[in-house]
């Protein structure tokens, strides 16, 4: 099947981070692709890319990147399908990559989330698809309940707990 | 017609920051509302106008907020509309703000933009309903070209300067 | 007993740093609760618990958070018993979840401690519910008696120390 | 009559920031009074006044200091009433007094609130005195329904915009 | 005469810090041209510039870029001549553009110089382009010794100030 | 008479930060000396004068610098007077002098004060010189005195004040 | 023999940075005495230390802290001994006692050396004693001097290494 | 053969950050030199270093500091040949070393690259020797290119990655 999403990084080490993303996207059935691309070693493939992606299908683009973070906008400048950028932290502590990433000058949007985020950019990408599929929309409504079950169940754990310190 | 993108800012003294993406939007012809609404001082507003946004027929929210800026967040967690944040510059430089925003925890994404990047967020919300509107598409892809020509235009205005200092 | 205070953390993973106010007021035989509630996984429950709050008896909310850390805020601005926020450090060493909670709107205030400072938020509590409290502030003034003990017992040992490097 | 709050500050220099927590708890009617004291110029006054602030009938200190500040902390170590910090913008735009104030050590907890906060500050001494005071209580509701009125009418205004920038 | 140093920049707003690095290689005699370009407003643009440079005699090129800054970066992935990034200070005080220009990846060096630091920018570039010009390194030698002189004026200025302000 | 303080900035335009410095020592009836050096600019004249300093009967330095300020490092390195560093605000709020100054690598210590704090470094100095100086050392008790009653007179203007909002 | 130095510290757990100034004293042959004191849980023994500090015979007092650091600058504001600040990281990588160190207001300042820097602080209390101690300056001349040593032997490590990698 | 590149450190422990600089040029056939000085301890040597560098053949300068990291500027103060600095992360994850060498005042350029980043600071000192080079020039083309193999080989790597978590 055609792939809706492309999850976009610099190069295998940082998929530890940027498969949060796929995982996502994988439990909810959209179809998406993973490609190694870098905004400073591969800048015609990158070109090639972002102009291509909207013919191919795409229709979200997730790219992540650490230290001087220029993929996400640098993609964001040759398309307009929605780039998600997700800081990753490679050197201190993400502050580089989050201020590269989310400090986009005006005109060239780019989907900040959170340093090492990849799972809340794949949410936010079938967010975006959801706009115009139904079953989707109704696959993340019962993704959110799933979340308030966590707590519910934290709940239960903290009721167990005794402190019987020195009294 | 009915609103496609909810604005939404706590206060008025926000206006002049927000008013940016309401801009675009008009500019774009997507339909769009003001509002008013603050996690902090109407929850229970905040709390219905997240639960009904989508019947409502809202597809994309913009929430700009300062300081210990909650409302993109909260509404994130009551909806699965996309909703793009906006860190507005109050106190701290607005550091602040973009990191109650951008940090968000996993399962709960907002879709932060630079701080004060109000236009930048309009663009966003028009690049996620351009998905299944290609006339949109079409206007989004001739925006793009009009900044091509305003760093044309500086261009022929940098090849004028003349640099006799001293020689 | 009636709980007084009730202790509030995101998930079970924040228990060993908010576990530390629990001891205290453990300590201190003052009646609390641990609860787990999320601002963004279950707004409606928050709402309930913070509206609630008042009836049931409790006196003051201890609520730890990480990274955008809203629920201290939000709680905040739910109800008028004093909310004491302790950020957590779970990304970029506590600095977004403090500013999430220090920098709160006028309006609602929410009493920040330090980061992972829990054991502080436990003394605040306690603190503020020796206001109408005679015996509690006794047992204060006694605890704060033993954080000198253990300074002069440092005393002792730093006395016994021999610095005979190379004389 | 006799204070329950007590307002301290370094200099008259700070009033201008501190006057907002004035200006709340008279408007609450909670009689308070006003100090100079400075833990660097005065410490023997500091003293003198912490150790008989219980006897005197105070119930909460709001201390605010800017740069290394120092006299919420040690106001804190010697006195159990709750003590309320105002980090005030004195330099580094308020980093320094921030941190100064919030990251008290174990044992000694100052309830802080964000930088040049006073007036949360006099709401927040005012929560604690609402613990043991039904009137009190019934004012902080009222005055919790009025922040809500700001905001509804801000939403009036910005429902009266007009963008008609270019169509 | 054919230009050896490419001053290039976002817009002409960049113009009043840029010019510094202008002007230094005027007095130094330096040919130079000045470009606008943007690495996410001309991206194509970028691209022909940074892979004829070396074709066309330029020999180093300095690029000033503010906010989530890529331009200097981006040219650097495209050239084998040496980058000179200067931060521009047009939000966050220019830390956001300080660590997206100089945090770059392994393999793509840029040269960056401090925020604003246009002036160090021309210095740099002929520094680099008198490693193969006697008579520019004179020039350099020289201008380094009038930066002493103006120390030496400032000392004679210190010495005639007098401080008679209470004895 | 011969200088005891010497007080060095890096231009004449650091005059107005650093003459409080000279203030105080004025006032203290200190001789001291002012001197325009730079550790980038005049780096033999530094050499020269901190291995001097020594023998001309200096017994304190003074230095105050901006951005990456060298200068108090560079002396310290060449001399064992201690070597007192004010961090200028040039840039960046004053962070990278800051920095600059206070972070020396062991065995080269300088003696940091606060940002733009060269009063604090005359009152040092003073303190220094007052080891072997009983003269001295009761003026300074005097001087500590009078921090005393500014703040009493600060008490008295507050005592004053009325807060007849709205009752 | 009576020390002529003190360094306090507020928990035995700070020895083992604070330790680094008692070997430099004790290398040096100067007397000094350790105490555990804390500006937050001892208050009155820090008074009666700091009051009392000239009258025993003390010159120089070293004081480390972590968090939000007191201890130096409460010290300073009782005594007009040269206080030295050693800021101890134990949270947010010093950051906290780095600030509440440095920053002291006008009139009470505070001699910091690096984060973690107690060695310096050493070092900095023997220069101050040094000037007028004829021998112990000679001390220190000859301990600059073993400073380079160190470093003409890293020297001839470096000339020895090689770098043969795949030519 | 004579050395052209001279990389200079403050000691043996920067040599796991500054031996990439070294691998660099070595791969790439550059004769260089590794050598030990410090700013701080042997001033003198840095001196004759950096005046006779021009002298000695040597056309660029490579210098890692940490800490309050004066090396390159002072080097930078003293010679007109290029220096490039690498900020080496040893205290507060760098930022202290890369505010201390990126900040330089106008007049003396250091050419800074990324924290800990001497690799790049390899690459660039063979940019600016590849100005008069074709043969480095040719071989820095090459080294572009296997940039791009590498981002090639790991897109083939994660062709093959399967997503079958859950459905």
Do not use: C
Not at 69 to 93: D, F, K, Q, R
Not at 98 to 105: R, Y
């Amino acid at each position: 099947m055609e792939a809706k999403v492309s999850i976009i990084m610099g190069s295998t080490s940082d998929l530890s981070v940027m498969e949060e993303a796929a995982k996502v996207l994988n439990d909810l059935q959209i179809p998406f692709e993973l490609n190694a691309l870098s905004a400073h070693r591969t800048p015609e493939e990158v070109e090639k890319f972002a102009k291509s992606a909207s013919e191919r299908g795409l229709k979200v683009i997730i790219a992540g990147a650490g230290m001087a973070a220029h993929l996400p906008g640098v993609i964001a400048s040759m398309t307009n399908i929605p780039v998600i950028g997700v800081p990753i932290n490679a050197t201190l502590e993400g502050w580089d990559s989050l201020l590269s990433i989310v400090q986009m000058p005006p005109g060239i949007p780019v989907a900040t989330v959170g340093i090492n985020g990849a799972r809340n950019a794949g949410i936010l990408a079938a967010q975006m698809l959801a706009l115009s599929d139904k079953e989707l929309q109704a696959k993340l409504n019962k993704f959110k309940e799933s979340l308030k079950e966590k707590v519910k169940k934290a709940n239960k754990e903290l009721e167990d707990i005794k402190f019987d310190y020195k009294v």
